[in-house]
């Protein structure tokens, strides 16, 4: 059995998601987990409109005061913020790649860098800065960040997405041979997944 998580890593809910992932982590030590790329906005240079921005800004307050994630607001008025997630997922697909079971370490780097740093994932510079972090190739990075190839991939996880009829991030499937069971849509706290995942294990044993 694994444990497929579809993901953004500038999902705001994924990020309040991040200790219920490392929770699960610990619980289950054995447990293969395999991050999907869901792809909330394709690529752009466009500015978000302040509309926009406002209305995110709001989702992390409120994300805040559910959950006690932090965020730093600074990142609004330091970068430009865009609507555009899609080169942040490509990132972890090629980390993966180029350094096998680096997925979720370039997840929470991007994560880190975008919601406590006030760095903006949106660019290509910062996502390269962070590669070099975990010890991965710039250059070799760099080059395939963009390729058609990669985004050919990051279709791929989309679609499979769409095959685990996900409503919504951060999802949790555990998946046994053809079958994938639905653990989560959508924020939940760490007892709840955990509990739900004890009882599929056993079921599987």
């Known amino acids: 059995m694994q ?4 993901m953004d890593p500038m999902c705001s809910w ?14 289950f030590p054995t447990l293969t987990i395999q991050y999907v790329m869901g792809g909330l906005a394709t690529d752009s240079d466009s500015t978000m409109s302040l509309e926009q921005q406002k209305a995110i800004q709001s989702i992390w307050h409120q994300i805040e005061a559910k959950t006690g994630a932090q965020f730093n607001y600074d990142f609004w008025t330091q970068c430009t913020p865009r ?36 760095k903006n994932p949106s660019d290509s510079a910062t996502l390269t800065a962070l590669a070099t972090t975990i010890g991965i190739d710039t250059t070799e990075f760099s080059i395939q960040l963009d390729a058609q190839d ?43 997944v955990i509990k739900r995942l004890q009882g599929i294990i056993e079921q599987a044993e």
């Open 3 to 6: 444990l497929l998580y579809v």
């Open 83 to 118: 609507r555009s997630t899609w080169r942040a997922c490509r990132a972890i697909i090629v980390a993966d790649q180029l350094q096998p079971g680096s997925a979720s370490t370039m997840a929470q780097a991007i994560q880190q860098a975008y919601y406590l740093e006030a």
């Open 150 to 192: 990669t985004h050919q991939q990051l279709k791929n996880h989309m679609m499979i997405s769409q095959q685990l009829d996900v409503s919504g991030f951060p999802a949790l499937r555990a998946v046994k041979g053809q079958q994938a069971i639905r653990i989560s849509d959508g924020y939940c706290s760490s007892e709840g």
């Open 14 to 27: 994924c990020w309040a998601f991040s200790p219920t992932i490392q929770a699960i982590k610990k619980h």
